[in-house]
């Protein structure tokens, strides 16, 4: 589904590069979203807020980007984490701002994307990476690794930065929320 998946087949399995073919996947858009006035009510959440998609485990990199966030003086905006808790230790709870929502419906997660002020995908290792698709989809200003599939998928329509580097994530979180002109970029690439 990604040309580093391809490439990954063909160096772990040893298959030769012509047995194997890329097809990315289609991602469809939700037309059935939740309103806003229902999501600012069931979550109780307010704008602007930058959100994240993913389980809690260690290749999502959710902790280094919480971390980022703790340490970039953005207070007027809240983080919000959606997806359920995976595997492995999450050493950040309870930093002030971050909000936990667990698994959301499909409608509720459709109107979180079209309200948050941008996306931000801390992926340390992915084979493609829906959520950046579906947030830009949506017309999501969108800010991700630079591993793996991710920059391939975001095809220089979404703000990289190095997961491995929590200075670089908070730089990325500082000029998308400091910058409505990148935000703006960021939705006309769509």
Same mark, same amino acid.
């Given at each position: 589904?990604? !040309?580093?998946? /391809? ?5 772990? !399995? ?5 047995? !194997? ?5 289609? $991602? ?7 309103? =806003?006035? $229902? +999501?600012? #009510? ?6 602007? @807020? ?21 340490? &970039?003086? +953005?207070?007027?905006?809240?983080? +919000? ?5 995976? =595997?492995?230790? #999450? ?9 936990? !929502? ?19 995908? %801390? &992926? ?13 989809? @949506?017309?999501? %200003?969108?800010?991700? *690794?630079?591993? &793996? &599939?991710?920059?391939? +998928?975001?095809? #220089? *329509?979404?703000?990289?930065? #190095? %997961? ?15 910058? /409505? ?8 690439? $769509?």
């Amino acid at each position: 589904d990604s !040309l580093f998946t /391809k490439t990954e087949t063909e160096k772990y !399995l040893g298959l030769k590069s012509e047995s !194997l073919h890329l097809l990315y996947p289609a $991602v469809e858009n939700n037309t059935h979203t939740s309103t =806003w006035d $229902v +999501i600012k #009510n069931k979550f109780k959440i307010a704008t602007p @807020y930058i959100l994240t998609v993913g389980k809690r485990e260690p290749r999502k990199n959710i902790d280094a980007l919480i971390e980022a966030y703790r340490i &970039s003086g +953005i207070d007027d905006a809240q983080l +919000i984490i959606v997806g359920d808790q995976g =595997w492995g230790e #999450n050493s950040t709870e309870n930093v002030k701002g971050v909000k936990f !929502l667990g698994f959301v419906s499909d409608d509720d997660l459709a109107a979180l994307y079209q309200h948050a002020e941008f996306f931000v995908f %801390p &992926s340390i290792y992915e084979g493609f990476g829906y959520p950046v698709i579906e947030a830009m989809g @949506y017309g999501c %200003p969108v800010a991700t *690794s630079d591993t &793996s &599939s991710l920059a391939e +998928i975001a095809d #220089n *329509s979404a703000l990289m930065f #190095n %997961p491995h580097d929590v200075e670089g994530i908070k730089k990325a979180l500082n000029e998308l929320h400091n910058s /409505k002109e990148h935000r703006e970029i960021g939705r006309a690439h $769509v």
